[in-house]
């Protein structure tokens, strides 16, 4: 069950960005409020904008990198700060929420090439790269899986991990489920992600490596962690990650939450959602800290 039922006053498939646009708005808007416990604070990494989120006791030698969802044309780290609260607060790992740019204006691979600069002015700063775990939801997840490829390509050192909940990560949209799914997910539909998908890319091919992680060689990367929905169009892009990360040999834990939806983690009255933020917070935890000892 996803945790944003359909609102049945508005036309199913939207007519352009703008609407797409609107319609995340909304979901982003019943995300709730983030906790006041948190310190949240303007931040920026070399030429990216973003923010601090940091809790109480947060470990200021780890760090979260986190994209936010948003199809790569809406969101922002304001709109995520309640879900990047959440895993701070369970993980005791402060995190730095990227303001990468957004497509229609800045198309693929504008937000692979802001979170490697974001990356890269981690590094500058001192933090150990093993000490950071690149993080995202939806969109964003799938552009840690993104950066993390370009990261690897460059030579640079990887991050001790990699934890995406609901991530698109196949631009092409070939997964079964996006059709099979497409009666229970009451937040994504094929249509609205065809149209982010043709915003981002252009002419750009779906299936390239940097826009579609899903169909890449994962080879060298650190342990992952994925959790998604079963009742989600995007269920599948989260299985794809989780066989190239086991054909290439590297730790994966892909987990499916039985009866769930999309970024079902935002239903704090969930045993469900309580589980998968336990879980992913044990391996924010365990990543940053045994890579970097």
Sequence with gaps: MAIWPQNLATPKYPSGIEEVRARYAAMFVRFGAASGALDVSPGQLGPIGGEWVRAPGSDPA???????????????????????????????VGAFSVGYRLAPECFFPAAVRDGIDSYRAL??????????ILAGDEAGGGLAFA??????????????GIAAMSP?????????????????????????????????????????????????SLSGFPPVMVHAGSTEILRDDASKLGDRAADANVSVSVEIYDGMGHLFQMDA?????????????????????????
């Design 62 to 92: 780890r760090t979260i990198l986190y994209f936010h969802g948003g199809g790569f044309v809406a969101g922002s780290p304001e709109t995520h700060r309640p879900l990047v609260g959440k895993l701070v607060e369970a993980s005791g």
């Design 168 to 216: 698109w990560a196949d631009l092409s949209l070939s997964g079964l489920s996006v059709l099979g799914n497409r009666r229970t997910d009451t937040a994504l539909e094929w249509e609205s992600l065809f149209l982010c998908a043709r915003s981002y890319l252009r002419k750009s091919n779906p299936c390239d490596a940097y826009a579609s992680p899903a169909w890449s």
């Design 269 to 293: 009255g969930r045993n469900e959602a309580k589980v998968s933020l336990s879980r992913l917070a044990q391996f924010i935890r365990a990543k940053s800290a045994v890579m970097a000892a």
């Design 123 to 132: 590094l500058a700063k001192g933090m150990p790269a093993t000490s950071i």
């Design 147 to 160: 950066v993390a490829l370009a990261v690897r390509n460059a030579g640079l050192e990887m991050p001790g």
